[in-house]
């Protein structure tokens, strides 16, 4: 019985626990929420010990919490730290969900960039984690449409959830047959930060939020 761990939060983090429970073969052994879960979406904590009561649930949100080789995929998705070589060195399938097209937009708040920078396609990515931010071989990606006109931020976040569901699902399943394709590094950019001064109007969910003080939302 293969076992897997899930790290992150929100809803998509909780469709990737249904997605690897439902894989033939496989038993969801750990899961890890972030250690500050946000107000804005499912606690995912909460959902999987409801759901699975004998799934292990840590909840210090720190990825060290999970011993190397116990899990043979590990899938990180919306998590917030980079996890280190004791535990990618050890792990058969260690990977990621990005919300954000690679490698232009590696690092932070992809969507908030994206609009920042007037682009007109988004898109969220698979791809197996390996030393760097976000620079390892892609596994699976869906591009769509953005309106920088009239799309918020929160628009583009939730669509890029909509696709990472359906991504999720198709890919997951398949994962032993896929063959990553590494990256184009002569695409890729510095990372992007949580730089609220450089995205301006775009640093949280609405312009007006942003432009009125409000309390800033990582996307």
């Not at 990621?96 to 908030?112: A, F, I, S, T």
Request: net charge negative.
């Amino acid at each position: 019985m293969r076992r897997a761990a899930v790290l992150g939060k929100g809803a998509l983090a909780a469709h990737a626990c249904e997605t690897i429970a439902a894989l033939t073969g496989t038993t969801l052994d750990t899961v890890i929420p972030n250690a500050v879960e946000p107000d804005w979406d499912m606690r995912l904590s909460d959902y999987v010990t409801e759901r699975w009561p004998a799934t292990r649930v840590l909840r210090s949100g720190d990825w060290r919490d999970l011993e190397p080789g116990r899990c043979d995929l590990v899938f990180s998705v919306l998590y917030d730290k980079l996890i280190g070589p004791e535990l990618i060195d050890a792990t058969e399938h260690i990977i990621n969900c990005h919300p954000g097209r690679l490698p232009g937009y590696r690092g932070v708040r992809p969507v908030n960039w994206a609009l920042r920078n007037r682009e007109h396609l988004h898109g969220i990515t698979i791809h197996v984690i390996d030393s760097g931010i976000d620079s390892g071989p892609i596994l699976a990606e869906a591009v769509f449409s953005i309106w920088p006109d009239v799309d918020e931020v929160k628009d583009v976040w939730r669509r890029a959830m909509e696709h990472g569901r359906l991504l999720i699902s198709d890919t997951l399943p398949k994962l032993e047959h896929i063959v990553p394709r590494p990256q184009e590094t002569s695409a890729a950019v510095t990372h992007f930060s949580r730089d609220n001064a450089g995205l301006g109007e775009r640093s949280n969910w609405t312009r007006a939020e942003s432009t009125d003080g409000s309390s800033v939302h990582g996307a």
